[in-house]
């Protein structure tokens, strides 16, 4: 109950802060005082949103919630606020009040920290104390206790000032919220007036079913639940808060009945959704996970057949000047895909922008498994020569092979299911500004301590000796070792043939010129003729060398570029597999010598310090199966990630090679055109 | 050590630069050649109806360094400074394809085997093209002065073509490489000096700076040519490297790497393109830059004339004027004149036939290697729309 009067401060008006007191004559004093430092901590603007919300609902509010609420709970609340002194029920007050005391001791609650943090703490907690009596009931009465308490403690005060309407509109909304829910037991909450709760609909209806999957499932998505919350750039950490405290949650709510979950789901929504520093993220962070899960497994089918989001890259730009100038580039992107907020949008951003959400990425799925592709490696040369040169053809070269890289890296991005549903990628397509990426500058103290870290992995790399005993995992570790080396070689050979073809076209372009010169000075007039005609044929076969050239290096070099760092990338997530194998490894090995400490314990019989070893063996046993468990889940994400990239790998290929055979096909029909062109003139020499 | 039969390849070979009347009467050609270490022996092969020679029909082997003693020897005869003497065939040069065999030698531990065959036989291709080429210059040499009326009639010409022992010409010592330098730059002195004497003839005035213009085009012409084919060349390698690469690949790798083949394919038309861009156009161009140098001397041989006929008129006048040797002055003066009269008449002429026969073998070159050119094309398009199609359908 305490939670519950807790929880609905938040949103209240300054007005009610009266009304409050009121009310916290009846209840205990710890109650207020933790509602008021939480009625403090929102911004003000945070007053707006529920009053939204408020509006809609007035109506129902009479209709029988409170009736309901006044028929029996009210009772209850009442003698509870009492504490435990009150005999009756113990069993369901008890409960509450360890709930309470816990609310009122812990610091989160003491601390302005939003609501967020406080409310999946209380309503795990409250879910498990609603265990016990295991039938609907207990889930509902639960819920009463939960939720009514402050609907009834307020509705007395309406009894008691039924002239602050205002008042008692705002916990009638509370009610309204929880109520129907709780008592009709449909999954919808009525009038859902922010966005949120379109998720949060969706989540309560999807609840049910994701409950019963395993828990595995869940783990899973703590993994990808980062991933829907919309722009909350600072609440990360929180959210990973929020997420263990769910993946806990779910894990009991399959033992519990179905009706359990989706209402605490509710409940915390509900809870959060008025509180409000971070109203959106929050929300959406803590109540679309479970939706999360599903939504992306739709979007992977989704993706699997008509994949609709088109990126481009375009329109390079010098920003500033001198050293620090930087170039700018348009992101545009067009969707279809309701995760954002319209169909077509455009930001900048600029070079270290795109390392900096590779950053992001890699920081957050490399460890997961998952392949992060990688961003075109910064290039200090070349950006150097774009920010002294003027108009140099080089850098103008550079900058268009850049943009171009850049584009097939975002592709890249988007095109992985996972990636794309995490905020950062949102972020990066859709928000006008970006936080500077930092860090990704090469010789910033960051990237030395990057190099550092790189420089003990490899060294851990090549100390890890893993007896692999999956073989497809080991026969995959060599493929990609020795494709990574064909590509390589096969790209050096590439760009030698960029290399030469632009000689080349260079030579034939010198070549016609002085074709053009002899021709001039030819005293038959049809050969000078044909001569001069000759020169011309050159020169065009020039050009088309040069666009060959430009073929070769796009189509077909730079996509060679591409996959060697792909597949170092994939060789990364090898890496990742092989530390978690190291790591439960490790775990094995300790766990094994706890043993043998008990053993000796047992031996020299010493019960004192055989109780700690149990606990420590149990506690090791604990983490071996947990460490397992993730190596085994790394495995599976790494085998599922390498088998789509295989596939990407292939068809991306076929496409670009098709796509160079084309040009190619294309070039020499020209030639053709040419030197049939050609031929009559030839022939009309006399 | 390799031998070729021309036989086969006698119209492509003889597609060269060079129109020769079809006379029946001398027919040369070079059948076969063999190559031994850094000396090449050619077997000169004569048919002929001329009653100067014993047989109708004889072979002889023969080196370059008897080429290169016939074209001296025409050279220095004082009757044909008239006459366009046809360029000697440029030193058999196999130093490039065998530098490179002997690299692909020592890389061979490095190589996978199929890398290994493939490059041998790349190389093998080059070092027949380059043998080739060789052999088709010194045939063309030959063909040029059995088809010219004066020529064929020289004494020395016919012992090269008949006698079928070693010539036993020896290389030039040092000596006279130095001597021959010497005289080069006495010539290339002498021209500048004779530069100065008025020219009398209006054609030919023409004509020499036609010629001085058109000789350093085409020499441009003919380097850039080179270095044109040369690059085209190093595609063509690129292409061999990237469909061994690209093999090698796919060996490892099953997926969707059905390019290869046509890669390699390309990669052998592409080195065709270049093989046939270097014979028909920079061999053209090659050999017409060397036979512009050949009418450049006939230019200053007659100047040289010339310029001796104004001497002599000149000691003439001394001879007069002293009133002493006038007849033998007089004497000299005729011959000189007789003979700048008898070199500007045959000049002419040879000029003239000359410019017709340039422009016929620029003609017939420049379609031959547009039809080449096209050809290629057609079957790179072909071959890459059938890739195109294999890679679509699966």
């Known amino acids: 109950m305490a939670a519950s009067s807790e929880r609905s401060p938040p949103p209240f008006p300054d007005s009610e802060e009266p009304e409050l007191l009121e009310d916290s004559d009846e209840g205990a004093d710890a109650f207020t ?29 009479f209709s029988d919630p409170l009736s309901n609420i006044n028929s029996e709970p009210q009772k209850k609340v009442d003698t509870k606020i009492p504490s435990p002194s009150s005999d009756e029920a113990v069993d369901l007050f008890s409960d509450p009040l360890d709930d309470d005391s816990e609310v009122v001791s812990s610091p989160e609650v003491q601390n302005p920290m939003p609501d967020l943090l406080n409310e999946p703490v209380q309503a795990p907690k409250s879910d498990v104390l609603g265990e016990p009596p295991v039938h609907k009931n207990a889930a509902r009465q639960q819920d009463i206790f939960e939720d009514p308490p402050k609907g009834s403690s307020k509705s007395s005060s309406v009894k008691k000032a039924a002239s602050a309407e205002l008042f008692s509109d705002e916990d009638e909304e509370d009610l309204f919220k929880e109520l129907p829910k709780v008592v009709t037991k449909k999954p919808q909450p009525s009038g859902p007036p922010v966005d949120v709760f379109t998720e949060v609909k969706s989540d309560v209806k999807v609840k049910p079913q994701v409950k019963d999957d395993p828990t595995d499932l869940f783990a899973e998505e703590a993994l990808t639940a980062p991933a829907p919350k919309p722009s909350a750039s600072s609440s990360s950490s929180r959210t990973n808060g929020v997420h263990s405290e769910e993946h806990d949650l779910f894990s009991e709510a399959t033992v519990e009945l179905s009706l359990d979950s989706p209402r605490n789901d509710r409940k915390k929504k509900d809870a959060v959704k008025p509180s409000v520093s971070a109203p959106v993220a929050p929300v959406a962070s803590s109540s679309s996970k479970a939706p999360s899960k599903t939504l992306e497994e739709l979007e992977e089918e989704e993706s699997e057949d008509t994949f609709d989001l088109n990126i481009s890259v375009t329109n390079p730009e010098k920003v500033g000047d001198g050293m620090n100038a930087y170039m700018a580039y348009k992101v545009s ?55 002294v040169g003027k108009e140099d053809p080089s850098s103008a070269e550079f900058v268009e092979r850049r943009r171009a890289a850049l584009e097939r890296y975002l592709q ?15 972020e990066f397509l859709e928000k006008e500004e970006l936080p500077r990426a930092v860090s990704t500058q090469a010789l910033s103290g960051a990237g030395f301590l990057k190099m550092l870290n790189k420089a003990t992995d490899a060294v851990s790399k090549m100390t890890i000796k893993m007896n692999e005993q999956d073989v497809w995992f080991d026969e995959k570790i060599q493929d990609v070792e020795n494709e990574e080396q064909h590509m390589r070689k096969l790209h050096v050979m590439v760009e030698s043939l960029v290399n030469h073809r632009k000689e080349l076209s260079g030579n034939t372009a010198v070549f016609a010129k002085s074709v053009a010169m002899l021709g001039s000075s030819e005293d038959n007039t049809a050969l000078s003729r044909a001569l001069s005609q000759l020169a011309e044929v050159e020169d065009r076969i020039e050009q088309l060398h040069q666009e060959q050239a430009a073929n070769d290096f796009f189509t077909f070099s730079e996509l060679l570029a591409d996959y060697i760092r792909l597949l170092g990338a994939v060789k990364g997530c090898f890496d990742q597999r092989m530390k ?15 043993r043998e400490v008990e053993a000796k314990l047992l031996w020299a019989n010493k019960p004192d310090k055989l109780q700690q070893a149990k606990d420590e063996i149990a506690e090791w046993e604990a983490k071996v199966t947990q460490y397992e468990r993730e190596f085994e889940r790394i495995s599976a994400t790494v085998r599922k990630e390498v088998i789509r990239f295989d596939k990407e790998k292939a068809r991306d290929f076929k496409r670009q090679i098709i796509k160079y055979l084309e040009s190619l096909l294309n070039s020499q029909q020209q030639l053709i055109k040419y030197w049939e062109a050609f031929l009559p003139e030839a022939k009309a020499i006399a | 050590m390799t031998s070729i039969s021309e036989d086969s390849d006698k119209e492509k070979v003889r597609s060269v630069s060079v129109d020769l009347n079809n006379d029946a009467s001398l027919v040369i050609d070079i059948p076969d050649a063999l190559c031994e270490r850094d000396k090449v022996k050619f077997t000169v092969h004569t048919k002929t109806t001329l009653s100067s020679f014993q047989k109708p029909e004889f072979s002889v082997p023969r080196q370059h360094e008897e080429f290169i003693w016939l074209h001296d020897t025409i050279v220095e005869t004082e009757e044909y400074a008239g006459l366009i003497i046809p360029p000697a065939p440029p030193k058999p040069d196999f130093e490039g394809p065998r530098e490179k065999m002997h690299k692909l030698g020592e890389g061979e531990s490095s190589m996978t085997k199929e890398e290994y065959a493939k490059m041998k036989q790349e190389l093998e291709a080059e070092y ?12 063309v040499f030959l063909q040029r002065l059995s088809s010219h009326p004066i020529f064929r009639k020289d004494r020395n010409f016919q012992i090269f073509l008949e006698y079928d022992q070693d010539l036993s010409v020896r290389r030039k010592n040092a000596k006279e490489m130095f001597g021959g330098f010497f005289k080069n730059m006495v010539k290339s002195a002498d021209e500048v000096l004779i530069s100065g004497v008025k020219e009398v003839d209006e054609f030919f005035e023409q004509e020499k700076t036609f010629l001085l213009d058109y000789s350093s085009k085409i020499k441009d012409a003919s380097a850039k040519a080179e270095k044109m084919t040369r690059s085209h060349k190093n595609v063509a390698d690129d292409y061999n490297h990237i469909s061994g690469a690209l093999n090698s690949t796919a060996a490892d790798n099953n997926t969707a790497f059905k390019k290869t083949i046509s890669v390699c394919v390309l990669q052998k038309l592409e080195d065709r393109v270049a093989s046939d861009q270097e014979l028909k156009l920079t061999e053209l161009l090659r050999y017409y830059t060397r036979d512009i140098q050949a009418a450049k001397d006939l230019l200053y041989r007659r100047a040289r004339a010339l310029a001796d006929n104004e001497n002599s008129n000149k000691a003439l006048d001394k001879a007069r004027l002293k009133g002493k040797d006038i007849a033998q002055a007089e004497e000299n003066q005729k011959q000189c004149l007789q003979k700048f009269d008898k070199l500007s008449e045959s000049g002419k002429k040879e000029l003239t036939s000359f410019k017709a026969r340039r422009v016929v073998a620029f003609r017939k070159n420049l379609i031959e290697m547009t039809e080449l050119e096209i050809k290629h094309a057609k079957n790179s398009v072909s071959l890459l729309q059938g890739s195109i199609e294999i890679l679509n359908s699966n």
């Open chain 1, 33 to 61: 005082g933790t509602s008021i430092s939480e009625m403090d901590s929102p911004s003000p603007d945070s007053t707006k949103p529920p009053k939204d919300i408020f509006n809609e609902p007035l109506e129902d509010i």
């Open chain 1, 412 to 426: 890249r991005v988007v095109s992985h299911p996972s990636l794309l549903q995490d905020p950062d990628v949102r």
């Open chain 1, 333 to 387: 992107t067009q969707t279809s895909l309701t995760m954002f907020r319209s169909k077509t949008f455009t930001v900048r951003r600029r070079f270290s922008d795109f390392l900096g959400l590779y950053e992001k990425l890699s920081e957050k799925h490399l460890q997961n498994g998952y392949i992060v592709p990688p961003p075109p490696e910064k290039s200090i040369l070349g950006m150097t020569k774009v920010k």
């Open chain 1, 580 to 594: 978690a194998w190291q790591r439960w490894q490790d775990a094995e090995n300790m766990l094994q010598k706890k």
């Open chain 2, 128 to 139: 027949l093209a380059v043998f080739k080429k060789t052999v088709q210059v010194h045939e």
